[in-house]
């Protein structure tokens, strides 16, 4: 994972840019996308909620120069919403401070089409300030970024990679959706078994896999391989490297929004909740990560001789990553089906541990060459904010190198892991360990940690207060 390869040219930028500089680039992009859809008039203006949900509205192409030279008004409230839109009860932004508008100004480089829309469209990333320029501190994008800017003191980037599973759902006609399972090839029977790295499945959905391409490429989205996961109908997309954190965040939130957009157009639904199908593993977001030097070079590497001790670096970011996993969880597993997610036997970490080429743990070290050694994230849930998962990541490897963390004893390559849950498997309990962590807000900024707080115990409550068909199954004929 080295820096340099892969990167797109959507735009690297701590901030959003100084909004002087920008007429003259957005007028240029639009133009081209004029040039290439002469029919173009509307745009798509997109903001990551605080739970990486795309919110926002459609300008037209008039509009969006007056807003790439003035910003666009929005409330905070429109950001600080819970995973279904409502509002937060409990926040005083919003409903004690006059609902005010904030400014959005357009993300650098984000300008570009939706290829899967019906009638030409484009799109753009937004981010949120107050009028005197101030980054809003409650603006996931720009957590990120001032975690980011820890490492600029350390001399070292984070060169960042996503994977993301997901399931195709095919049978939305009832109440309960169904993984999408290959048809037998001359009859209309299902396949069974979890298919795990069927190449007849991708060869059957490759009009699907081959417009999600075409997509990824149009949109500049650096995307790699795709294969058949281990639950059936589950699919996992990798995306490459690059050496801005904030740039591979904008990939991966943009990439879940590209292919449950494509899927839709092929008659298909395609879903990253953590855990969709009790019978069925999960999906997760895997963060691949490494640091560069000025040089450029790997500082993880390089790789030890057997029985020998990884280099400082890795072994203190790694010790930083355990250290914070009992309060960062509740960011990694942002919502109640996040949990269920969380069990053994099904592919994702149960305790925080580490190891090395051992899908098992919840940090894992995969093979590869000295310029290549990386390690892979695995907790977090495909649902999660990616701003904020790759936030706590990362201030978890600064705290863990500033503080020289050392990792407890390594799970070794074939070793058996006990199957005992350490992790928090209920959501409240991991949002008690996100209010009593130490590490995070010194990083992610305190009022910051208590508005994502209030915000996941009011969705909580709200939860938990409905009364699921699973109560009247359980209970409705006996009691």
Same mark, same amino acid.
């Given at each position: %994972? =080295?820096?340099?390869?892969?990167?797109?040219?959507?735009?690297?930028?701590?901030?959003?840019?100084?909004?002087?500089? %920008?007429?003259?680039?957005?007028?240029?992009?639009?133009?081209?996308?004029?040039?290439? #859809?002469?029919?173009?008039?509307?745009?798509?203006?997109?903001?990551?909620?605080?739970?990486?949900?795309?919110?926002?509205?459609?300008?037209?192409?008039?509009?969006?120069?007056?807003?790439?030279?003035?910003?666009?008004?929005? !409330?905070? *409230?429109?950001?600080?919403?819970?995973?279904?839109?409502?509002?937060? #009860?409990?926040? /005083?932004?919003?409903?004690?401070?006059?609902?005010?508008?904030?400014?959005?100004?357009?993300?650098?480089?984000? $300008?570009?089409?939706?290829?899967?829309? @019906?009638?030409?469209?484009?799109?753009?990333?937004?981010?949120?300030? &107050?009028?005197?320029?101030?980054?809003?501190?409650?603006?996931?994008?720009?957590?990120? /970024?001032?975690?980011?800017?820890?490492?600029?003191?350390?001399?070292?980037?984070?060169?960042?990679?996503?994977?993301?599973?997901?399931?195709?759902?095919?049978?939305?006609?009832?109440?309960?959706?169904?993984?999408?399972?290959?048809?037998?090839?001359?009859?209309?029977?299902?396949?069974?078994?979890?298919? =795990?790295?069927?190449?007849?499945?991708?060869?059957?959905?490759?009009?699907?896999?081959?417009?999600?391409?075409?997509?990824?490429?149009?949109?500049?989205?650096?995307?790699?391989?795709?294969?058949?996961?281990?639950?059936?109908?589950?699919?996992?997309?990798?995306?490459?490297?690059?050496?801005?954190?904030?740039?591979?965040?904008? &990939?991966?939130?943009?990439?879940?929004?590209? $292919?449950?957009?494509?899927?839709?157009?092929?008659?298909?639904?395609?879903?990253? %909740?953590?855990? !969709?199908?009790?019978?069925?593993?999960?999906?997760? %977001?895997?963060?691949?990560?490494?640091?560069?030097?000025?040089?450029?070079?790997?500082?993880?590497?390089?790789? +030890?001789? +057997?029985?020998?001790?990884?280099?400082? !670096?890795?072994?203190?970011?790694?010790?930083?990553?355990?250290?914070?996993?009992?309060? *960062?969880?509740?960011?990694?597993?942002?919502?109640?089906?996040?949990?269920?997610?969380?069990?053994?036997?099904?592919?994702?970490? $149960?305790?925080?541990?580490?190891?090395?080429?051992?899908?098992?743990?919840?940090?894992?070290? +995969?093979?590869?060459?000295?310029?290549?050694?990386?390690?892979?994230?695995? +907790?977090?849930?495909?649902?999660?904010?990616?701003?904020?998962? =790759?936030?706590?990541?990362?201030?978890?490897?600064?705290?863990? $190198?500033? @503080?020289?963390?050392? !990792?407890?004893?390594?799970?070794?390559?074939?070793?058996?892991?006990?199957?005992?849950?350490?992790?928090?498997?209920?959501? #409240?309990?991991?949002?008690?360990?996100?209010?009593?962590?130490?590490?995070?807000?010194?990083?992610?900024?305190?009022?910051?940690?208590?508005?994502?707080?209030?915000?996941?115990?009011? #969705?909580?409550?709200?939860?938990?207060?409905?009364?699921?068909?699973?109560?009247?199954?359980?209970?409705?004929? *006996?009691?």
């Amino acid at each position: %994972m =080295v820096a340099g390869r892969s990167s797109a040219p959507h735009g690297t930028a701590v901030r959003t840019g100084d909004p002087t500089d %920008m007429p003259e680039a957005i007028s240029q992009a639009i133009e081209r996308l004029r040039r290439a #859809e002469p029919r173009l008039r509307q745009v798509e203006l997109l903001l990551p909620d605080l739970n990486g949900i795309l919110r926002g509205k459609r300008c037209t192409l008039q509009e969006l120069e007056g807003i790439a030279r003035a910003g666009l008004s929005f !409330p905070a *409230s429109g950001y600080l919403l819970d995973s279904r839109g409502s509002l937060i #009860e409990g926040l /005083a932004q919003g409903s004690e401070d006059g609902d005010p508008d904030y400014l959005c100004r357009l993300v650098p480089g984000s $300008i570009v089409p939706v290829p899967w829309s @019906k009638a030409p469209l484009a799109q753009a990333l937004l981010a949120m300030e &107050h009028r005197d320029g101030r980054p809003y501190f409650a603006d996931s994008r720009q957590v990120l /970024a001032d975690v980011v800017a820890r490492f600029a003191a350390l001399e070292l980037t984070p060169v960042i990679a996503v994977e993301y599973e997901f399931y195709l759902l095919d049978d939305t006609r009832g109440g309960t959706p169904r993984a999408r399972r290959m048809r037998v090839p001359g009859t209309e029977r299902r396949a069974e078994g979890p298919r =795990v790295y069927s190449l007849e499945d991708l060869h059957e959905l490759e009009d699907l896999f081959d417009a999600i391409a075409e997509a990824c490429a149009a949109q500049q989205i650096p995307a790699g391989s795709v294969v058949s996961e281990y639950g059936a109908g589950q699919y996992e997309v990798n995306l490459h490297h690059v050496p801005d954190a904030l740039l591979a965040c904008d &990939h991966a939130v943009l990439l879940r929004r590209l $292919i449950r957009g494509v899927a839709s157009r092929h008659g298909l639904a395609a879903t990253f %909740m953590a855990k !969709p199908f009790a019978d069925r593993d999960g999906s997760g %977001m895997h963060v691949h990560l490494s640091l560069v030097d000025a040089a450029g070079r790997n500082v993880f590497g390089p790789a +030890p001789a +057997p029985g020998q001790a990884y280099a400082p !670096p890795l072994r203190h970011a790694i010790g930083g990553l355990l250290a914070a996993m009992g309060e *960062s969880l509740a960011i990694f597993c942002p919502n109640a089906n996040s949990y269920r997610r969380i069990r053994p036997g099904c592919f994702a970490p $149960i305790a925080p541990n580490w190891g090395a080429n051992h899908r098992g743990v919840a940090v894992r070290i +995969p093979v590869s060459d000295d310029s290549n050694l990386r390690l892979e994230h695995r +907790p977090a849930g495909a649902d999660c904010n990616p701003y904020l998962a =790759v936030a706590a990541i990362l201030a978890a490897v600064h705290h863990g $190198i500033d @503080k020289a963390v050392e !990792p407890p004893v390594m799970v070794r390559e074939g070793e058996r892991i006990d199957t005992g849950v350490q992790l928090s498997h209920r959501w #409240e309990a991991a949002l008690d360990a996100f209010e009593a962590g130490s590490i995070l807000p010194g990083y992610l900024g305190r009022d910051f940690c208590r508005v994502l707080a209030t915000a996941r115990r009011f #969705e909580a409550e709200q939860f938990h207060a409905c009364v699921p068909d699973l109560d009247y199954d359980w209970y409705l004929g *006996s009691i």
